[in-house]
């Protein structure tokens, strides 16, 4: 190495440990003193690699959608009943409330921190809801041609309402609702698709 | 006025500015110090009356209570078809959203920033959401009991997952979406009413 190079870091590990303490602790309230520290990296470094603590955090919400958010979508990627996997896909964000974590969804919790004031962000918000609900519509349309959805349900209206159920499941989830309350947030919303 | 006692101020518009402020702003986020010069009151005065800026904030949660979400509640309680009255409890959020109020739902937004911190005011929002839950419940029995809502349909779950896709229109309505994609999750989430 070089004398007066900066020290060499691993990026995604940033990006893996910022998410962690963005989704935890929301934008503003997460600082960055106790992440350089752990990293042993200077401020300055970071700022090189990311631009600023912005930069930061839009590398993490796009890790957010490539790890958490796919993890959801592959559910519907699954051979077999289209129906199912939709009702899979929802029972994932069940899950998440019923694990009372409080840490909510990264999504949701950006979207109301910074969803109305930060264009660029807001337009990345919209990006990723928008991938969730174009995922979900395709197997809805798919459902309906095996048959397995009837043919007055509107696979657009349904793709779209369940996408706000699940940001909604994000947010109720917070407050360790009753999970029998969750469970029935679960089967009313599911009875979209009866 | 005895000498030395402190200025008397109106409390119910200390509320209602307060109420504002936090709505527009987080409750960390918003300052009280601009409030404290609007009103041409001093700190102490406030402390005084309220205890601490939580519970002031404890108050403006109250007053949103009763009177935005009376006003939705409200709804309900009128004659006629109650599915119709439940569809226009879910169009006053629709036109939340669609309104483009960059504000959220005051409720919503206290669910993210201290639904999992503060266990008092995670209280309280249960209990506001479980009001809401339950006088949807109640107009959903009725239609039942009317024959306008199926036999088959259950009241307990459709209540709370409707009560679900609110705060989730109340959330994605802070990204100004498309008006037809809100419409959308209008027309989706009423589906469960089929």
Excluded at 26 to 41: H, V
Excluded at 62 to 91: C, F, M, P, W
Excluded at 122 to 137: D, G, Y
Aim: one cysteine or more; charged letters at 25%; proline letters at 2%.
């Amino acid at each position: 190495m070089r004398p007066g190079r900066p020290k060499e870091f691993d990026t995604q590990q940033v990006v893996e440990w910022a998410m962690q303490g963005f989704w935890l602790n929301g934008y503003e309230a997460f600082g960055l003193t106790g992440l350089l520290e752990c990293m042993g990296i200077s401020r300055q470094s970071l700022y090189d690699t990311f631009g600023s603590k912005r930069g930061l955090f839009i590398r993490t919400l796009e890790h957010y959608r490539q790890t958490q958010l796919s993890q959801a979508i592959a559910l519907l990627e699954r051979d077999g009943s289209q129906i199912e996997n939709v009702k899979a896909l929802v029972r994932f964000f069940e899950t998440l409330a019923l694990g009372g974590s409080c840490r909510g969804c990264l999504v949701a919790n950006t979207l109301v921190e910074l969803g109305s004031s930060d264009d660029e962000i807001a337009a990345l918000l919209r990006e990723i809801l928008e991938a969730l609900k174009c995922a979900i519509e395709s197997a809805l349309r798919e459902a309906q041609a095996r048959g397995e959805l009837a043919e007055t349900k509107s696979p657009a209206e349904i793709s779209r309402a369940l996408t706000n159920a699940v940001i909604g499941l994000a947010v109720t989830g917070k407050l360790q609702m009753d999970p029998a309350d969750i469970r029935q947030i679960y089967s009313g919303t599911l009875s979209m698709l009866d």
